[in-house]
């Protein structure tokens, strides 16, 4: 996980949650801390054992996300096989998992510029590992032949991650496609500018 993050406890898992519904309910700035404390059912002393301040509850609403996120690409990467399959799994997994998380990734794209510059720092710097890591099985599979080189591999990312990102705006749980379907759609977009030319 990023940083060496830990798995959240229970109550942390119950503070965060909290956050998030109340975030996206009332907005960052109008959210107090009592608010999030009354709503989880603890104490304020037991939010500040976890949190520093209201700002570090905003960035660990999405960092959990990402420490997933990046959990499932370091599985698939050290797996390895066919680099197709490979990006496949990689867009499927982020579509499945944003989509499941959709509230938070909503909250954390609205309230992001609220956090702190260090935090912000820290985001980004994870993101770009991220991006970095999917950009350089795309590199790797272009270099061989696998995929075609007419899309950069940068390009390739920015625009696929860049799908995903837009998913908090319009996705709806309850509406016509599951995340497997999506995330396979948006896979075979991507692919298709990839297939290499005969």
């Not at 990734?105 to 770009?128: H, I, K, N």
């Amino acid at each position: 996980m990023p940083g060496g993050q830990r798995t959240p406890s229970a109550t942390q898992e119950r503070i965060l949650a909290a956050a998030v519904k109340l975030f996206a309910a009332k907005g960052f700035d109008a959210t107090s801390v009592a608010e999030v404390v009354a709503e989880a059912g603890v104490t304020k002393g037991a939010l500040y054992h976890y949190f520093t301040a209201k700002e570090e509850l905003l960035y660990q609403i999405y960092r959990s996300l990402l420490a997933e996120q990046t959990a499932q690409l370091a599985r698939i990467l050290d797996a390895g096989g066919d680099p197709a399959d490979m990006l496949r799994a990689v867009l499927v997994g982020l579509v499945r998992t944003t989509a499941e998380r959709v509230d938070e990734t909503a909250v954390f794209v609205r309230e992001m510029s609220r956090l702190g510059a260090d935090q912000m720092a820290q985001y980004r710097a994870e993101r770009r590992r991220y991006h970095e890591a999917v950009r350089a099985l795309v590199e790797r599979a272009q270099d061989s032949g696998r995929f075609s080189a007419r899309v950069p591999a940068d390009t390739v990312v920015l625009i696929a991650m860049g799908v995903v990102n837009q998913l908090p705006t319009w996705y709806r749980p309850d509406g016509p496609k599951t995340p497997e379907r999506l995330g396979n759609e948006i896979a075979d977009f991507v692919l298709a500018a990839l297939r290499p030319t005969s």
